[in-house]
């Protein structure tokens, strides 16, 4: 397989994740793509407007990338702290609607500024390797920390907070458990994971424009996480590589590309009602194998 | 958690028939063809055949594909390898990396000048030479060495067609401005279209920001009618633009209009219909050029798709695969040339002996091709249906004519055509 | 009072459109408590086989180029006939992608994505058989009306009000068949629960059939009816509106009906008010509009205060 498209891969693995986040406790949001675009803007603007980050070396330097990402991350983490407070109040097809309405206003502000580019966006953004391999170590690095916390979560306290809270949140409240926080929690760190990609999918895709997280996004998203499974952070990471490489392994229908692209995504749901990867999918096959084997980060079948 | 039932019988059958449908249809595609024996080399293209731009990409492969049947059998020989590259950077960006594992010696494509800026730079890396079919936009040539376009860039083109509505109504005073503001191409146009009004005096009295998802424009219409213009200029693209101007008539506004080159698309006949009539269109090609490349390619169009005119990105199209094939065989030539020692040459050019064809450039190593084709190619100039072309040393195209025509719409309002106004372009310096 | 009634004149222009397409949309999540994903193709449908009926033929491009029907119809025979194909489709819909996941109990999220991949085929599909180049129904489709109306010195084109007029005489004949009808009153207790509804004797997938049928019904005429406002402007027509589409249902009330109207008419007003110079932050205004709306009251204007769906 092709390297750039592994690269995209992992990419929408880390999206997907990003959605999954909130919804592990029962909060559909859909503002991922709004917050990978503030990622890929603040990349943008900072590595072609700051020459001091080393616009000018040969290969732009790695620590500038750490930079980007670390104030994207701490740019997305502030914004969701703010906006989460607000938003996190409603719930259900409200909440995803509310966050589709920030993601929308976010991308006609981006088209109107004069500093983002407007329509065309920014574009000439360097690049710190010389080929695909060197973004799908980055991406896998990073992938591979954001499953190890997700895993963490799962394990830990707050990790069974959220699922109690996804389960049924008064119960889980009567417990003893700060709904608020443990939501809000789940929020911000979602927009982290978003807006660290953003930065990763500016380099890759060497341009950024208000184009990048639109309603579409909102709902691709949102398909690698049901179609994968939203039970287990595997769920989002292998609906992301699938749903992501699969347009392009159908390249060779022709025009019908799309098409079957289209019955796949119907029918599959049919196939597997609670998405591709479930907990009980694990429980059968550790239950066959005789022994516990942790699943491998990188996404591949258990 | 219930437990999954497999899916019943008529959804595996309809599963099973979905995945056999496509099967046969695919297995019935014709599968590519080589002119026999000769040695082939492989162009790559990549356009958007799927996602809301597929209007753009549908009309370019038309183009490519002509291009190819006519140029594609000639020494050297020349395959085209069509992708997909969707509305959006990533499918393109996976196209255009899909092509470059492959043996191509240059690329068409992509057809946004937004997925340009993601993809381009990739093939530069990769030292293999890009040629724009449709990227209009500032800074698409000065990506890299090995990027270069045939579509004119905006600044070129937009400000002929407010010169030639002067022309036809030297009262002009107030000018509206409409433009998609979500397009690359439009905003890129409009700044143009603004700087040119200012500069031939006259007065800008309203700028309304569209979108190309937009078909309702009462408002704007309605706002920009109390300003009283006396000509409106829009940069669109044609489905937008097109409903805009049929709104515009039939809110009452009966004073010039002029369109920039996104709307120059036989396209926009359906959708204004005869309220397209009298519209100004600046143009980068024009079917009524009397050219004896251009009637051919008009010729061979229509044997196609009837009699109707083909659009300005199939010609944009046509010409970028004609442009690729002339510097290949300008370079087959000289490197056959190189190999024979110099009597022979002299030789051979004595007895009127030609070296096989097409033998140097499949026996060149890939990357020295690509780089020696890169160098041809910036070099020629070219007789093409757009008119003469040639390139800048950074690549820009350099267009010998440019166009203003009127839209003359007939009886039924259905069709028209693209009328030449009389006063050709001033050439450009 | 004359910049008063032209601002309303602009609102309601827009907003018929919205209002149009909203009609069906809200219908299936009234029902279902789902979004249709696939609403907007089922719309670009309508639009394509009003196109064809009144005796359009096929562009230059797609496996279909040049065909045309044999006979061709007026516009207003035309148009309920479009629906009902639409209402066919839309039932075919229904049984690929929405009723096994019913039978199964999935996750109601799959419903989003199923009816996102029966989206996705049909506007491919569109593609593949006619091309992506735009369409249109004659101008001159309404010749006996004029093409605008001038009232107290503000204007508006003539269909605009006529999509207003049809979108209300469709709410109108709704409204009777849920509150009026036996199967209307079916309709409502399926939608409360279904569950409880089944067991009153109610036949569950039989209303939700029916829901999807008027639905399709609905957008297939919206869709006719847009198409002879704009251009049919190629296989994503529709989809453009699913996005505005949701903010509507949301604004006026998720599975209201009447709140699918005044949502359409409320936005399209907002987008109205904003001045011209800033014209391109215009649907930031519907959105804000839209966001403020649910931190204040999330059920929307005329929603029931609970609906805990997805």
Redesign the interface.
Known sequence: M????LV?MLLGSLLGLSVYLPLRCGQ?SLATPGFYAIGGTVAALLSTRVPALGISDATYPLTSVMLEMLLAALLTGVLALGLGR??L??????L???T???V??LR??T??LEFTG????I??IP?PF???EGYAALTFVVLAVVCWLCDRLEKTRPGRAMAAIRDDELAAASQGINTADTKLMAFVLSALVAGVTGVVAAHF???W????GN?DAS?TT??FV??GG?RTWLGPVFGGLLLTAL??LL?????????????????????????LITP?LFQTLRRRMGRSAAPSPQGGRP | MPPIKPPSLPFTALAVGLVGACGVLVGCQPASRSPSGSPTLTLGAVVALTGNASLIGQDQRVGLELAEAEFGGRAPALTLRLEDGGSDEQTATTAFRRLLQQPVVALVGPSLSQQAFAVDPIADRAGVPVLGASNTAIGIPEIGPFVSRISAPVSRVAPLSIQAAKRLNPKLKRVAVFFAQDDAYSTSETKIFQKSIQGLGLKLVTVQRTSTADIDFQKPIADTLQTKPDLIVISALPNDGGNLVRQLREMGYTGLIAAGNGMNSPNIYSVCQRYCDGLLIAQAYSPETQTAVNRRFVQRYQQQHGDTAPPQFTAQAYAALQVIHEALSRLDRQESLKRLSPNLVSKAQKLQIQPPKGQALVSMPLPDLRRALNTVLLQGTYDTPLGEIRFTPEGEVIQKDFYVARVKMDASGKTGRFALLPNPSPTQP | MEGLLQLLFNGLSVGAVYALFALGYTLVFSVLGVINFAHGAIFTLGAYFTYFLIGGAVGANGLMAGLQLPFSLPFWLALPLAGLGAAAVALVGERIAFRPLRDRGSDPLQALITSLGAGVILVNLIQLLVGAESYSIPVGTLEALPVALSIAGAKVRTVQVLLLVIAGLLLVALSIWIDGSRSGKALQAVSEDPVTAQLLGINSGRMIQIAFGISGFLAGVAGGLVGLSVSIAGPYFGIGYGLKGLGVLVLGGLGSVPGAVLGGLIIGLAEACVPSHLSGYKDAVAFGFLFLMLLIRPQGLLGRPLAEKV
């Open positions: 092709e390297t750039g498209l995209q559909l607000v938003v109040r409603l719930r259900g097809i409200y995803a609607i509310a589709i309405a920030l929308e206003i006609v502000v088209l109107n407007g329509a065309l966006g574009f000439g690049q010389s080929g695909p895709l060497n341009s424009n208000a184009k990048l309603f709902i949102l398909a049901v179609f939203s347009p392009e390249r060779p229908v022709g025009d019908l590309r799309l098409i079957v692209f289209g019955a796949v995504i119907l029918v599959g749901p049919l196939f597997f009602p609670q998405g009980e």
